[in-house]
């Protein structure tokens, strides 16, 4: 299990980085009822990387390499042309957007004036499924999974490791303030600054990540 925890692990870790989830959570727990309030982007987010987990793993369930451990060739070229095309992007995400930055932040901030819990679980699922990126990140760390040799138990708990990563941003925030109250929101405050601030660049830089270690994978497999 280790060595398949070790491969899926930074694209996990990667496809956490959804600065527009994390804004708004930290904006929700600034606020009022922000109990209630993140728990339904919590479970707006959770629902819908439920279905795309069950979905992506479920398909790639029944191709031929399921349960092998061995990957087919035209998998390490789409490996390879993911990883080029995240370079592209990453390098588009990289060069500054300063208009696009601030729609984004006002966008963020004019969801967390909504009041309705259902708003906000509805928000949250809508910047899920939009979220390009990271669903991108997501398929070739589901599909080592059902790759992968080993125990079907194990190959569960790297699943649930992987679940862990993608709700970080909407799992800190509220943690953060319950665990240290007051301090807990400033923080959070001071990191949603830094965030909105570069939204792209941080994205970019670790669009290139992956891009990189797609390339990597892609290239060795096949040569």
């Known amino acids: 299990m280790g060595s398949l925890l070790a491969t899926v692990l930074p694209l996990g870790l990667a496809a956490a980085v959804t600065p527009t ?16 309030r993140s728990g339904a982007v919590a479970g707006g987010t959770l629902l819908v990387f439920a279905v795309l987990f069950a979905l992506i793993l479920g398909g790639f369930s029944q191709l031929p390499d399921a349960g092998t451990g061995a990957k087919s060739t035209w998998e390490n070229v789409v490996e390879l042309g993911a990883g080029l095309l995240l370079i592209v992007l990453s390098i588009w995400l990289l060069l500054p957007h300063p208009e696009t930055d601030a ?5 963020v901030s004019g969801y967390a004036n909504h009041a309705s819990i259902w708003v906000f679980a509805g928000l949250a699922a809508y910047m899920t499924i939009t979220d390009f990126s990271t669903i991108v990140m997501l398929v070739p760390a589901l599909h080592d999974i059902t790759n992968s040799a080993v125990a079907v138990v194990e190959k569960a708990l790297v699943t649930a490791v992987l679940m862990i990563c993608v709700l970080l941003p909407v799992l800190v925030p509220p943690l953060a303030v319950r665990v240290a109250g007051e301090r807990g929101v400033r923080a959070m405050k001071r990191m949603y600054a830094l965030v909105m601030g ?19 994978r892609g290239v060795t497999s096949l040569w």
């Open 198 to 216: 570069h939204q792209l660049q941080l994205m970019g830089a670790v669009s290139a990540f992956v891009a990189v270690v797609l390339i990597w």
């Open 21 to 36: 989830l994390f804004a708004l959570q930290v904006l929700v727990v600034s606020g009022p009822q922000w109990q209630r």
């Open 103 to 107: 729609k984004l932040e006002k966008k």
